[in-house]
């Protein structure tokens, strides 16, 4: 349950602007404040069957988005390759600092890696 509530949200990052404002409340409620269905229907003055309704058009809309546009499969490509290189440049650096005239290697080194970082967190 934890993966799919997981990858839920992440996919909600990516297109949840793209739901309703119902369904993004709705969606929300349910997913990051953990609300049962009973629980926002009642909120909402609505029945569980017509909330079931809409977190299950959301999912479907959600699903659709990513295996048509792949932002997620593209993003989680990305962050995986990204450490990747940071652990090669970390096993890198471990050999160089045992080096004794590899100061200059290692301060570039620490550029490259800064500059990674600026650009995943751009």
Known sequence: MI???VRMSLLFDFYGQL???RQREFFSLYYDHDLS???IASQYGVSRQ???DILRRSTHT???LESKLELVKRYESQREAYHKIERELGEIEESLSKIPQAGGALERLGRVRKSLRDLWDA
Do not use: I, S
């Open 3 to 5: 993966e799919k509530t």
């Open 37 to 39: 269905l009973g629980e």
């Open 62 to 64: 959600l699903n659709e």
């Open 50 to 52: 017509a909330v079931y």
């Open 19 to 21: 739901l309703t404002e």
